[in-house]
């Protein structure tokens, strides 16, 4: 049984889920691909995964680094749960490219090179936001792409995190 909480947010509504024990999803409400892996048989609860959760968003929408993770459990094929490994383990307020996940991967994976659309799709659909941190992956020529609650909450995401905005920009449409 998956389980689904909510959270409201200084950028907007968010809705938790979890299969008990770890974090299954995290969605600002609305977003791209929003519940994409909640499956239509859940029910509101309040548990403990979802506790900790709650304080660690409070603690981060605070402009604080919460220093802690709660449980994950997202789901994913080998490909995009390894991107999303790499995705938990840039810094708070840092930034890295869709190009320096290709080459992280394609090195895991002993290739000479691996497609940055295909490291794009992995992270556009990671299902845990924010916690496992996809609005810090920006284009190699420094265009804030690809966030799938929009880009206005990335921008809101990173200026709270006090991340070196210099350099990175909105692309025109």
């Known amino acids: 049984m998956q389980y689904i909480c909510k959270y409201q947010s200084p950028l ?6 979890a299969d008990g024990n ?4 995290l969605w600002f409400d609305g977003q791209k691909y929003f519940a994409a892996t909640l499956p239509a048989a859940h029910e509101e609860k309040q548990l403990p995964v979802f506790d900790q959760t709650q304080r660690w968003l409070d603690c981060y929408f605070s402009g604080k680094n919460p220093g802690f993770t709660p449980p994950l459990g997202p789901e994913g094929s080998p490909f995009r749960q390894a991107v999303w490994e790499i995705l938990l383990q840039i810094p708070y307020g840092e930034t890295i490219t869709y ?6 991967i394609a090195r895991q994976q002993g290739k000479q090179t691996m497609s940055a659309q295909a490291i794009g799709g992995a992270v556009g659909h990671n299902p845990i936001s924010i916690i496992i941190p996809c609005h810090r992956v920006v284009g190699s020529d420094g265009s804030l792409t690809g966030y799938a609650g929009g880009i206005p909450k990335k921008v809101g995401l990173l200026t709270l995190e006090q991340a070196n905005m210099s350099g990175l920009f909105i692309p025109e449409k």
């Open 12 to 17: 907007g509504g968010i809705t938790v889920s």
């Open 22 to 25: 770890s974090l299954t999803g």
């Open 99 to 104: 190009k320096d996940i290709a080459e992280e």
